[in-house]
């Protein structure tokens, strides 16, 4: 009996598939353009305005000032940033804090020369804590740049420590210790084509559009779901008193429910993957790789969807009701898992769970399947 509740099952959501499949090509066309449009509407160079940056110095310190007017000439931080001069550190934060900058920068007093003779005083950065995509990118640059005077630290005392050994007279040493810091330093900092090039998208390593097509179709499938809860509410009471007579209570009619939904997900699915498989070897723009684990993936997002849409239609509310529900978890869930704000954007404080988010885990896992 318990397979030919099955069978009913699937029989009853046969009559669902058609407008699934409609609503599944209508939602993916959309979904599409908008993932080749993602990267011109995240990055239109109509948008490209310099960006604010405040910096906090000592107007005493000769060497400072030589590094800031050597990075204010040039040309990739010229272009792309207005570094303001502030008096103190107080009004430099409140110029953070208001949005007036995306970034204040404290420069300590000789920060060049702690470098050379190893006091190495730290140089402190505040964001903007904004969550934009500007102030992503801002830190990576920050990072890179501290990352090229690191570099060029450990060249100096890499010098230093060879030339102890070669036993110079002091002058010879002194001199040459002077030639070491001066020359390294100043290559650093005059390497006008550090940042002439950026590559960095705020979704990681995928870019806009396969992150967004990713979302997409974890969206997409999560939206089918909708339609199942009519599947689900439309038992009525005679039908499962009938079902029981025939041993078959509410677990087995879950897990009958559960079958029928998956396999009409699945099937969507692999229309969904081969379509885009075939539009990827059809075009340059795209490239969608193959792999067996995109089945066992496949079936595992169909069932996470399954039993997410199960739970919600044995709510004991209307249908109504249980699909607004339905419609307001599963934008929380997205939202929480960087499917429509990528996670290095989102604030703080949701940037802190994004990694526990189930959708999270399951976008992960899908990009690692269509693009390895």
């Known amino acids: 009996m318990f397979k030919r509740l099955i069978l009913t099952d699937l ?5 669902l598939f058609v407008p699934m499949l409609i ?18 509407l995240l990055y239109s160079k109509d948008k490209q305005e310099p960006v604010d940056i405040g910096i906090v110095m000592s107007a005493d310190s000769s ?9 204010s000439d040039m040309k990739s931080y010229s272009s792309y940033t207005n570094i303001i001069k502030y008096q103190d550190k107080a009004s430099g934060i409140k110029a953070v804090e208001s949005g007036e900058l995306k970034a204040l920068i404290l420069v300590p007093d000789n920060v060049l020369s702690s470098i050379m003779n190893g006091e190495n005083e730290p140089i402190e950065v505040y964001y903007n804590q904004d969550g934009t995509l500007t ?5 990576d640059i920050f990072v890179s740049t501290s990352s090229m005077l690191g570099t060029s630290q450990a060249v100096i005392y890499a010098y230093q420590r060879m030339a102890r050994s070669m036993e110079w007279p002091d002058e010879i040493y002194s001199a040459m210790l002077q030639e070491i810091n001066e020359l390294t330093i100043n290559y650093v900092l005059n390497r006008t084509d ?18 967004y097509l990713a979302s997409g179709i974890l969206i997409l499938l999560s939206l089918l779901g909708i339609i199942y809860i009519s599947f689900i509410k439309n038992n009525n009471r005679a039908y499962i008193i009938k079902l029981k007579s025939h041993g078959i209570g509410g677990v087995k009619c879950s897990v009958s429910q559960m079958i029928a939904m998956t ?9 969904l993957y081969g379509i885009l498989f075939i539009v990827s070897r059809l075009s340059d723009g795209l490239d969608i790789s193959f792999t067996p684990w995109i089945f066992l993936y496949g079936l595992l997002l169909c069932l996470t969807v399954s039993l997410f849409t199960l739970a919600i239609g044995k709510l004991p509310v ?12 599963l934008i929380a869930l997205a939202y929480i898992g960087g499917l429509l704000v990528p996670r290095n954007l989102l604030p703080e404080f949701a940037g802190d769970i994004s990694g526990y988010s189930p959708y999270h885990l399951l976008h992960k896992m899908l990009c690692r399947c269509l693009y390895g």
Not at 11 to 15: A, F, H, S
Not at 194 to 211: M, R, S
């Open 263 to 271: 396999s009409g997900l699945y099937v969507i699915f692999i229309l």
């Open 194 to 211: 550090i940042f002439a090039e950026i590559h960095a998208d705020a979704t990681g390593v995928y870019t806009p559009t396969e992150h």
């Open 23 to 40: 609503a599944s090509f209508f939602l993916a066309a959309i979904i599409s353009g908008l993932s080749v449009l993602s990267g011109k």
């Open 63 to 71: 060497m400072s000032n030589m590094a800031y007017n050597m990075v």
């Open 11 to 15: 029989k009853r959501i046969k009559t």
């Open 135 to 139: 102030t992503y990118l801002l830190k």
């Open 318 to 329: 209307s249908q109504a009701a249980a699909g607004l529900l339905y419609l307001c978890i």
